[in-house]
């Protein structure tokens, strides 16, 4: 029997409470870390197959023709003056528009790259559904035993609530996201096979990415080794990960050592839950840079939450950050707190790739969240103390630029070359759009229009 050594003193705790204290047995607070200024970063290869495999399997050509559309009276970024877009076969073009093109006219609005959401759970969401009143908990094993009893209290398939959320997201202009998805004894695949079924159903709108994630342990759960290993054997998932492997499972060379053998064996990438802080976080998170080295892994693996980084002395970062770039390691937040937020600015610098994701939507976690990645970018530009231009813009960038490099998608700047895959809002400039969150008017994906006012369209 394991001892769960995130248990809190107090009950009930907050997601954002419990995360702050899930290993607090491990070491002491972290402390506020500035934001920095974000620097390009390389993109690091993908899962195989690579989420670029994957984009949109929308036909090219329409009888014969290239398939081209006119943006007319478009600001990029908030320009003072409004510009055209032509976009042919998906990309944004320089020559001009073929004959017989399609004129959009979108009337001044801002446009902005659509988001990619780099972590987030659409099979746990009650997103849609009535009103769930959540009981108190306050570790990851009481957290999971809540999540066993939402599952069987909520009547709509799981199938149905992820399409759901996985839709309503790309109406408020996200073009990705990583879907990290519960695989225990207590679900089997079902959540595999139902987030499999909704990234079916929005391939024409959104590029998906499945983490089979052993919310409920790799050691203290029996079967799930299993499941993982089936998960990624018959291909239905991207990556598999793995959780706090010293702080829950209490098992850190037998958990890494069985997540790593199955992304080896079956060529798939990995994501890990990292919330174990201090000097537990960081045994973990050496772990998985010696592993990732030891099998080549490098651009491979992806390491979220990680709340072992925020604090951290400046020459100690440094030195992590460039030990995470070299074995090609990325990370993700979901911007929780002050104290929790990523470093992103300075990791970048090294040339550490971060996402940024919305977590959790409206499940037995949490009644908050959207999955709306713009407001995600406010929520980050808040804790962050952004105050300046150049910092609100940054916040955007980690939504939008962040994602994309980790999922290893082509990132969108509305150039010549750039995939046409953008959103329209009201606004004055982008640091106003990412204070103000105006509606999302349209969702363009590949020069196709797959969102108007908050509805699909275009299926």
């Not at 094993?141 to 609530?161: G, I, N, S």
């Not at 759960?221 to 991207?238: C, H, K, M, Q």
């Not at 060529?267 to 080295?293: K, Y």
């Amino acid at each position: 029997m394991h001892a769960d050594s995130t248990a809190s003193p107090t009950a009930g705790l907050s997601r954002r409470g419990m995360l702050a204290g899930a290993a607090a047995l491990a070491g002491t607070a972290a402390a506020l870390n500035a934001p920095g200024a974000e620097a390009a970063a390389p993109r690091p290869g993908g899962a195989s197959p690579s989420a670029a495999d994957r984009i949109t399997e929308q036909p090219r050509r329409t009888g014969g023709h290239a398939r081209a559309t006119v943006f007319k009276n478009v600001r990029p970024y908030g320009a003072t003056t409004p510009v055209d877009l032509t976009v042919v076969d998906g990309v944004v073009s320089a020559k001009p528009a073929p004959r017989g093109a399609e004129v959009v006219d979108c009337k001044g609005r801002i446009a902005l790259p659509t988001l990619v959401d780099a972590h987030i759970h659409p099979d746990k969401t009650a997103w849609g559904e009535p009103w769930v009143t959540r009981n108190p908990a306050g570790s990851i094993a009481e957290y999971t035993a809540e999540d066993v009893k939402l599952y069987h209290a909520l009547r709509t398939p799981l199938k149905e609530r992820a399409e759901r959320l996985m839709g309503h997201a790309v109406t408020r202009g996200t073009r990705a996201m990583r879907a990290h998805v519960d695989v225990a004894p207590a679900y089997d695949l079902v959540g595999v096979e139902g987030v499999g079924s909704a990234r079916r159903a929005l391939r024409h709108a959104l590029d998906v990415e499945i983490v089979a994630f052993p919310q409920h342990g790799v050691i203290r759960t029996p079967g799930t080794e299993e499941l993982l290993e089936e998960a990624a054997r018959t291909g239905a998932v991207d990556r598999v990960g793995g959780i706090d492997p010293i702080g829950f499972d209490e098992a850190l060379d037998e958990q890494l050592d069985i997540v790593f053998g199955i992304a080896d064996r079956h060529s798939v990438g990995v994501d890990i839950h990292l919330h174990e802080r201090a000097a537990t976080g960081l045994e973990s998170l050496r772990a998985i840079i010696d592993r990732t080295r030891a099998l080549s892994l490098q651009g491979k693996v992806t390491v979220s939450h990680v709340f072992c980084v925020p604090g951290l002395p400046e020459r100690e970062l440094d030195r992590l950050a460039a030990d995470l770039a070299d074995a090609g390691i990325s990370l993700t937040t979901v911007a929780p707190s002050s104290d929790l937020v990523l470093p992103i600015g300075r990791l970048r610098e090294h040339g550490v790739p971060v996402g940024l994701g919305s977590d959790g939507v409206r499940d037995s976690w949490s009644p908050f969240g959207n999955a709306d990645m713009l407001h995600r970018s406010h929520l980050l530009a808040q804790v962050q103390d952004a105050r300046l231009d150049e910092e609100l813009e940054a916040a955007f960038r980690s939504g939008a630029d962040g994602g994309a490099r980790l999922l290893g998608l082509p990132e969108v700047d509305l150039g010549p070359g750039s995939p046409a895959d953008f959103l329209l809002v009201r606004g004055e400039c982008l640091p106003q759009v990412v204070v103000d969150l105006p509606r999302c008017e349209m969702v363009v994906r590949a020069g196709r229009i797959v969102a108007r006012d908050g509805e699909l369209v275009g299926r």
